[in-house]
């Protein structure tokens, strides 16, 4: 297949495209060049999307993966400047677009966040998923041909720009105890971008069309289960200290920011998303296991980078002397 990839050098985009270059397909780039393409692309055209798609106005391919939109206008944008000259469009998405992230076993069809204003286009935590979902309407509503929305949820692997999954095989690596949350057994759900990259590239060969939560089954995997496999990786004497959570959130530390991937209370069913749609058109879920090792090896080879998110060991370090002190071992 002749495949047209927006984006394609960062995250998601760049195991998307490693996927369709490994199942011999025809890979275009169009972005603004900032980022080495990965090997293997066939041709690449430069442009902004918000500004420049002049160099789309020749070509046809079968499909096109749209990896980096994030206001409604680029979607209209590329849907003009394509016209009937692709097959097929697929929209990269978020789990985020939904209303309700407190429910649990949310599926495709439930209710999506909105703004009050759509013209806004500022991107921010509040505004993010419902500028996706209203990236998702202007595709249905402007793209004449077959189309696929993925909803990815938390995404983890080798070269996650946002270092919320990335904490934790560095943090247990580097040795010594570890601030954890105590509650074990609260879900997670993710989906190593690989196999994210690879069940997309697929479902466009394919054809599949329709919306599709992207991520681990529900309930199979916990923070205890990611605590173990990060374990496995550590030094000897290593060992992962649970810390109460209402204790822990009287003290300021952040959810899902200081502690990434930790929700407390409701918030954790966000990591109960129904996803059996995309596993019933063979989305497989990574062991945590293997998505911890290879992470932490490409973590290393990058030069051991310092992380984005996450404590700080001095901040770490005086939480576990305080909650020792008024709950001694």
């Known amino acids: 297949m002749r495949i047209l990839v927006v984006g394609g050098t960062v995250f998601v985009g760049r195991h998307i495209v490693e996927a369709a270059v490994a199942r011999g397909h025809e890979v275009t780039l169009f972005n603004r060049g900032n980022r080495p393409a990965p090997t293997g692309v066939a041709r690449e055209l430069r442009g902004d999307r918000d500004s420049d798609l002049s160099a789309l106005d020749e070509g046809t ?132 971008a690989r196999a994210l990259g690879s069940w997309t590239v697929r479902a466009v060969e394919d054809g599949l069309t329709g919306t599709y939560n992207a991520t681990s089954e529900a309930g199979r995997f916990t923070l205890g289960a990611l605590f173990d496999a990060c374990l496995a990786l550590a030094p000897a004497g290593t060992r992962a200290v649970p810390v109460d959570e209402g204790w822990l959130l009287e003290q300021g530390v952040r959810p899902f920011s200081d502690l990434p991937l930790w929700l407390p209370g409701e918030y954790s069913n966000f990591f109960l998303l129904d996803a059996s749609r995309a596993h019933a058109a063979g989305l497989a879920d990574l062991p945590l296991a293997d998505t911890a090792a290879d992470t932490l090896e490409w973590w290393r080879g990058a030069g051991s980078p310092e992380l984005k998110t996450g404590l700080v060991a001095e901040r770490e370090g005086e939480l576990l002397a305080r909650w020792r002190a008024g709950r001694p071992d």
Not at 165 to 181: E, N, Q, S
Request: net charge negative; with cysteine.
């Open 61 to 192: 391919w079968d499909a096109v993966v749209d990896t980096s939109a994030y206001v409604p206008r680029q979607v209209r944008y590329l849907v003009d400047a394509l016209g009937g000259r692709v097959g097929s469009y697929a929209l990269v998405s978020t789990v985020s677009v939904y209303a309700d992230q407190t429910r649990p076993h949310l599926d495709e069809d439930a209710a999506l966040t909105a703004l009050e204003d759509e013209s806004v286009e500022e991107v921010t935590n509040e505004t993010y998923g419902a500028l996706k979902a209203l990236c998702e309407r202007a595709l249905a509503e402007g793209f004449e041909g077959p189309t696929l929305v993925v909803r990815p949820g938390l995404v983890a692997g080798p070269h996650d720009p946002t270092d919320r999954f990335t904490y934790w095989p560095v943090r247990f690596a580097r040795g010594g105890d570890v601030l954890v949350p105590s509650r074990l057994e609260t879900p997670l759900q993710c989906v190593d």
